[in-house]
């Protein structure tokens, strides 16, 4: 929100030169964004606008942090009326509006306002009108209350707070056309809606050249009502901004009688009647403060005065313990926002850091993040490298309001995205081998509210010109056995997909292979379910091993996989099984055959194995073969 | 002969010498106990006067352990152009292919670290959350300008029962990781120290420092005592080891509605102050909400984008290149 610096200087005298304001002020109030020239761009809180988005109200903070008197801005002295002959006020919806002040004035000669006022709009970012609307902008940035003055003569009857109708139409004075409906507050006469209540005035009543009598408001509306309708209608003003973030009743009594007073002096204007209805006392809010809990919730070790004495400087009042709030700080409730006061002023570079004396509890990492951490190790290990990807991709859960058109849904895998890195950075390397762990999202029947989503973790390896298959299973087979799980199934469940299964038939992962890129996704949550850390000795063997390699010939649609399974289960006394090599050719061994050879290690616990009776194994497994497949033996 | 000559046919002799016979055959020549050059210019010092035997005597003495280096320079130079003849010790290394870690995982993993040599504890919590958790909870009002920090996401027809309300509750992309604050204070009682790191989302334009995801790490202390000094005594600790011992750190007021008081915290780099954390004091309401007595417990909470961090510390320009998937990025880590 902009000031102007001089506005500031004539209420805190004190107030540094702007280069040292824009250095001290943060460390005590608020962030102070820019300045430049007389402009100072001062972040208000979104708690504050009631006390704070006002320059008398950074003038008191400025007072209180760099010493001083406040100067407050002189006021008329003025008494409402319970009624008046000039014109009228009702509140028909008094749960949205608290207080209405309206206030007549007349003999007025509509001119531009003065030079110094006009500077001020300027430096605050707004565009000098005319003397009365000028000074209605103008007690807004001194008092922090939106006003607005209507041309009396073109009011019909009784100015009325109330809902407007469903489509009721209004034309702002900028010219803007809005539709409100029947939630939406309006300031309206016998004729219709005058203004937008808090948001924006109404073309119809609005000051003019040819204004001489006016009526000038200054209400209290409820926050969280003039927030919808400002979103629902797209206007945001200086007005909505501020009744938005709710601003105290009080300011608006404060504001007529500065108004007032300015009226007279840049106006000339004949000052009438003043009526004030709805909410004109505000109960008193007050708070005991007591230093000794101040100083536990803060760790300091300060004395009642002195944080009295910080309250005080802040425009609060003290009596013994007791502490009035001032009526403007909305923001203030409770003790804690007495505290925050209280140490802000005091400034946290005074405020000593203390080691925490606490029981010594057992720390530590919760199970899947100390996984996440072990599968990063095992595949940075293996020469993978981890990507981040969007949550936002193509899948079943859709987001209401989307921020593109590709970005409507959220991911339900991590695929899409790995093949498109992969595809990415073949233009840069030879290989790509990456991998990336995330949540994804899934549909459908949701059990628990856990289950909406799933930490997965994703692989993706790729070279230019061989199959990745068999490397992405190597290391999905040496990720598990390092995490701990070690008894998995993997069956084809599609053509070119392969399903990972635990005994109990959970699902755990999958396998994928599209040209050359090969793919696999593990559900993380599952594999930590499974996963265990135990281990057990087995004795080292005492008696030698003996290998063998085994030949076979096969038709060319036999599965690897199902030849090798025949193999595992042919002979109990088989330790070990590797397939060493594999290949087709017409000439050698035949159309549509291929020719696999295993490496297969036998190994007995309790004697020496002879050729006799690895001979019998063998011909045991070749037997299963046979009975299964066409197979040739060389 | 003199020392001088001594000294000169030596450097001639041990020049040619191609093997360690040869160079044996020089030692023995010059060194050796019976005939050797030297030895014999030392035995015959007794026959020399004193003034002589002073001068010379010293000089003889220093030239044999001269010789005596050189022979065994020489002797190690022969042995290794020996083995240097069959293999080639010159050839480069083989590239071991090695897998990097996201930046974003590498800074999570060091804050991890720091954070447990100070006992905390590291939880996650869900992406997806309720409104209740992400705003109400967490003393956000409704139809508050407030709730304007947070530009959410939400979901489509993913209405959930909240069972402890008892009725429907929007659900939304969690915009911070704060609603693991609420989440784990209604399963555990203090004392206790956390983080939560996590992804979060913000519906807004992307730029070169604003992302529609990114991440956080949030922090709770919560105890009987747990103040605010603690506060600046844990976090000075955490961004000193973080950034380097002696860096400065710089707490400011601010605004949050989950804490009072709340306060920012900066870090001077190069002599800029630059904003890494929102923190402050558990809101007494938030205690409320999660059905602890404000009075009995207090505690502070902060939270600093991991992105940020991970910007200043490794000096990434754009916030856009986390998520681009490009190993020539994520391979300088």
Request: charged share 25%; aromatic share 8%.
């Amino acid at each position: 929100m902009k000031f102007s610096y001089s506005l500031l200087k004539k209420f805190a005298s004190k107030i540094p030169a702007p280069a040292k304001f824009i250095e001290e002020f943060p460390l005590r109030a608020f962030e102070v964004e820019n300045v430049n020239g007389d402009t100072i761009d001062i972040a208000i809180p979104a708690n504050r606008y009631s006390d704070a988005a006002s320059h008398i109200g950074i003038a008191r903070l400025a007072s209180a942090i760099f010493g001083g008197r406040l100067k407050e801005p002189a006021s008329a002295n003025l008494k409402p009326k319970s009624s008046s002959k000039k014109f009228s006020v009702k509140i028909s919806a008094p749960k949205l509006c608290s207080r209405y002040s309206g206030l007549y004035a007349e003999k007025i000669k509509i001119q531009p306002s003065p030079k110094w006022l006009q500077e001020i709009l300027v430096s605050c970012g707004l565009r000098p009108i005319n003397n009365v609307v000028d000074i209605m902008n103008y007690v807004m940035l001194e008092i922090g209350q939106p006003m607005h003055a209507f041309d009396a003569n073109l009011v019909s009857g009784a100015i009325n707070v109330r809902l407007a109708s469903d489509k009721e139409k209004v034309t702002t004075i900028d010219g803007g056309n809005y539709e409100l409906s029947n939630s939406d507050l309006a300031i309206a006469d016998d004729k219709g809606v005058l203004a937008i209540a808090g948001i924006k005035g109404g073309k119809r009543a609005e000051v003019n050249s040819q204004t001489e009598k006016i009526i000038v408001e200054a209400a209290n509306f409820e926050a969280a009502n003039i927030y919808k309708t400002s979103r629902r209608i797209n206007l945001t003003t200086d007005a909505s901004l501020r009744f938005g973030h709710g601003l105290s009743s009080v300011l608006a009594e404060r504001a007529i009688k500065r108004t007032a007073k300015l009226l007279q002096e840049i106006c000339g204007a004949k000052i009438g009647d003043w009526l004030d209805i709805g909410q004109t006392k505000l109960p008193k809010k007050v708070l005991k403060f007591d230093a000794e809990k101040f100083n536990k919730l803060i760790g300091l070790d300060l004395n009642q005065k002195t944080c009295l004495n910080y309250l005080q400087t802040l425009g609060f009042k003290i009596r013994g313990k007791i502490v009035e709030i001032p009526p403007e700080r909305t923001d203030v409730a409770i003790f804690e926002d007495l505290a925050e006061e209280i140490v802000n002023l005091y400034g946290y570079d005074k405020m000593p850091s203390k080691i925490p004396h606490v029981a010594l509890l057992p720390s530590g990492y919760e199970d899947l993040i100390a996984l996440k951490d072990k599968v990063r190790q095992i595949l940075s290990g293996f020469g993978l490298s981890e990507v981040y990807n969007y949550s936002f991709f193509p899948g079943y859960v859709e987001v209401a309001n989307p921020i593109a058109e590709d970005k409507k849904y959220l991911r339900g895998s991590l695929f899409p995205q790995l093949e498109k890195n992969v595809e990415d950075n073949l233009r840069f390397y030879d290989g790509v081998r990456i991998f990336e762990i995330g949540k994804i999202f899934k549909s459908g029947v949701v059990l628990s509210f856990y289950d909406r989503e799933e930490l997965s973790l994703g692989l993706a390896i790729a070279g230019k010109d061989q199959n990745s298959l068999p490397e992405i299973k190597g290391i999905v087979d040496q990720l598990l056995l390092g995490i701990g799980l070690a008894d998995y199934t993997i069956i084809q469940s599609d053509l070119n997909k392969l399903t990972i299964e635990a005994p109990d038939h959970r699902y755990i992962g999958n396998f994928y292979a599209r040209g050359k890129t090969a793919l696999a996704e593990l559900n993380l949550e599952t594999v930590l379910d499974l996963a265990s850390e135990e281990r057990e000795y087995q004795p080292i063997p005492k008696y030698p091993s003996v290998m063998r390699d085994l030949s076979v010939v096969v038709g060319v649609d036999t599965r690897v996989g199902k030849v090798q399974n025949i193999i595992e289960n042919g002979s109990h006394l088989l330790d070990d099984i590797d397939l060493l090599d594999w290949y087709e050719d017409p000439k050698k061994i035949g159309n549509s055959r291929k020719s696999l050879t295993f490496r297969l290690i036998f190994q007995a616990k309790d004697h020496t194995l002879t050729d006799e009776e690895v001979g019998k194994e063998m011909e045991k497994i070749v037997a299963a073969l046979e009975d299964q497949f066409e197979v040739e033996v060389r | 002969m003199n020392l001088d000559s001594v000294k000169k046919s030596f450097s001639e002799e041990i020049k040619n010498v191609k093997d360690a016979k040869a160079l044996e055959s020089v030692r023995v020549r010059y060194l050796g106990r019976k005939d050797g050059e030297i030895t014999k210019i030392l035995r015959s010092l007794k026959d020399l006067s004193p003034e002589e035997k002073r001068k010379v005597g010293p000089e003889a003495n220093a030239l044999k352990a001269e010789l005596e280096l050189v022979l065994e320079k020489k002797l190690k130079s022969l042995a290794a152009s020996q083995k240097s003849s069959s293999v080639d010790l010159t050839l480069p290394g083989k590239k071991i292919p090695f897998g990097h870690l996201h930046p974003l995982t590498q800074m999570e993993d060091r804050i991890k670290e720091i954070f447990s040599t100070l006992n905390f504890s590291v939880v996650e919590g869900p992406e997806v959350e309720t409104e209740h958790y992400n705003f109400d909870a967490l003393n956000i009002p409704a139809n508050h300008p407030a709730r304007d920090m947070w530009d959410t996401f939400w979901l489509l027809q993913n209405e959930i029962k909240n069972q402890k309300f008892k009725n429907l509750e929007r659900l939304l992309l969690r915009t911070h990781t704060s609603p693991m604050q609420v989440r784990y204070m209604e399963k555990h009682r203090p004392p206790f120290q956390i983080i939560v790191p996590g992804r979060v989302f913000r519906f807004e334009a992307t730029d070169a420092s604003h992302e529609i995801n990114f991440h956080q790490v949030e922090g709770l202390m919560v105890g009987t005592d747990v103040n605010l000094a603690n506060f600046k005594y844990v976090i000075e600790e955490f961004l000193q080891q973080l950034f380097g011992a002696g860096t400065h750190v710089r707490f400011r007021p601010s605004y949050f509605p989950f804490v009072e008081p709340g306060l920012e915290v900066d870090v001077q780099l190069n002599s800029k102050w630059l904003e890494v954390m929102g923190a402050g004091m558990v809101h007494p309401n938030v205690f409320k909400a999660v059905g602890y007595n404000p009075k009995e417990v207090q505690g502070f909470a902060f939270g600093m984008g991991l992105e940020r961090l991970a910007m200043i510390k490794y000096k990434i320009p754009d916030i856009r290149m986390f998520y681009s998937g490009d190993l020539r990025f994520i391979n300088q880590f």
